[in-house]
């Protein structure tokens, strides 16, 4: 059984700090997925790492997957209240004619106050 | 278009009841997921529909029972449920086959069994 560790659980922050959220495994994964959920609502799709080493941004969001693909992180870089939600990270076995399934982290609720 | 639609939005049912959740998409997913997700915990993987046949069963009790009548819709009946099955159902979509495709969520269906 492939497990994602999310770390950490909780983060409460200012608005203006920076923040990283972190996506460990022992498993290799094909691909890492990076959503973010707001209460009450599903979780929205924030970007795909494929490549072991690749970095992607979305504006003041930095992501990483490790060399080894077995981690991933997320940089925010200052914070602002409208980021306050909660993080997931997802990886893919890789897929198959069955479906792509994901395995989840435990998710890092962040609440950015102003 | 990115979107999964999910009706209805919040649905209060006793223990006697049976009703129905429902999902569509149209962006020629050919693998479609339901999910339970309670409080501050991520989403669990129960169904996965592919090529409109059901691929994986994750020893959900058979109150659920999934259904998918052509590769945009997918049902989720329920009846005689418990107190403990009330949480946010969701479902996705993905595209099917070897590779990191993304899953996309929809915005849930909140249900609360009394």
Known sequence: TQLLEQSPQFLSIQEGENLTVYCNSSSVFSSLQWYRQEPGEGPVLLVTVVTGGEVKKLKRLTFQFGDARKDSSLHITAAQPGDTGLYLCAGVDGGNNAGNMLTFGGGTRLMVKP | ?114
């Open chain 2, 1 to 114: 278009d990115t979107e999964v639609t999910q009706t209805p939005k919040h649905l209060v049912m006793g223990m006697t009841n049976k009703k129905s959740l429902k999902c569509e998409q149209h962006m020629g997913h050919r693998a479609m997921y339901w999910y339970k997700q309670k409080a501050k915990k991520p989403p669990e993987l129960m169904f996965v529909y592919s090529y409109e046949k059901l691929s994986i069963n994750e020893s959900v009790p058979s109150r659920f029972s999934p259904e998918c009548p052509n590769s945009s819709l997918l049902n989720l009946h329920l009846h005689a449920l418990q107190p403990e099955d009330s949480a946010l159902y969701l479902c996705a979509s993905s595209q099917v086959g070897i590779g990191g495709y993304e899953q996309y969520f929809g915005p849930g269906t909140r249900l609360t069994v009394t």
